[in-house]
């Protein structure tokens, strides 16, 4: 048997190089989704899972405003083989009044699918206006192969509402977490940017 020659270790050399770069790009791949939520948590941005228990105390003491209508335009966007929608476009609701909206998810392949709804409001100020008791993002949702589910959004938007805010766009934006994802299970009562 021969020695291997110079061009030879060179191709292993460079061969290995390219495997480590490869393992190395997996690893920091998979530990994206833990690092994120450990950033988040750390440094307070994630309020998306942050609870408020104060919610349904607010609910329950907060006045109707009747003298006031604002629009709520309701949006839907997915990433992943999702079927995603809102089921009415808009609604009209006063400040301090409980309202339900639904959100229609359909699974459109042939495999068990997990996802999260991640909110988000024009005019961003309006954020901090609305209080959610119930919402399908409070977690992560699975779906079985073809599956079809409506999903309930109950919410009151605070009567401190700047005035000139007359429409508010509440668009979720519905990401496939892959298989496997372990579910992400939060309490209702969630406010502010939620």
């Given at each position: 048997m021969t020695a291997p020659t110079d061009g030879t270790r060179l191709k292993l050399h460079t061969l290995g190089k390219l495997a480590l770069l490869v393992a190395l790009m997996f690893?920091?791949?998979?530990?994206?989704?833990?690092?994120?939520?450990?950033?988040?948590?750390?440094?307070?941005?994630?309020?998306?899972?942050?609870?408020?228990p104060a919610v349904r105390e607010l609910v329950r003491n907060t006045q109707v405003d009747t003298s006031r209508t604002v629009t709520i335009e309701l949006d839907a966007n997915h990433f992943g083989a999702w079927q995603?929608?809102?089921?009415?476009?808009?609604?009209?609701?006063?400040?301090?009044?409980?309202?339900?909206?639904?959100?229609?998810l359909v699974n459109s392949t042939s495999k068990d699918l997990s996802g999260q709804a991640i909110p988000s409001y024009a005019p961003a100020v309006s954020a901090q206006y609305m209080h959610k008791l119930?919402?399908?993002?409070?977690?992560?949702?699975?779906?079985?192969?073809?599956?079809?589910?409506?999903?309930?959004?109950?919410?009151?938007?605070?009567?401190?509402?700047?005035?000139?805010?007359?429409?508010?766009?509440?668009?979720?934006?519905?990401?496939d977490v892959g298989a496997g994802a372990a579910p992400q299970s939060r309490a209702v009562g969630l406010t502010g940017g939620v």
């Open positions: 690893g920091f791949g998979f530990a994206m989704v833990p690092l994120y939520r450990a950033i988040c948590e750390v440094t307070g941005i994630n309020s998306l899972t942050k609870i408020d995603f929608r809102p089921e009415k476009r808009s609604v009209q609701a006063h400040p301090g009044e409980l309202i339900t909206v639904s959100y229609e119930e919402c399908f993002c409070f977690r992560q949702q699975t779906l079985a192969a073809g599956q079809t589910r409506s999903f309930p959004v109950v919410f009151v938007i605070d009567p401190r509402l700047p005035p000139d805010v007359s429409t508010i766009t509440l668009s979720y934006t519905f990401f």
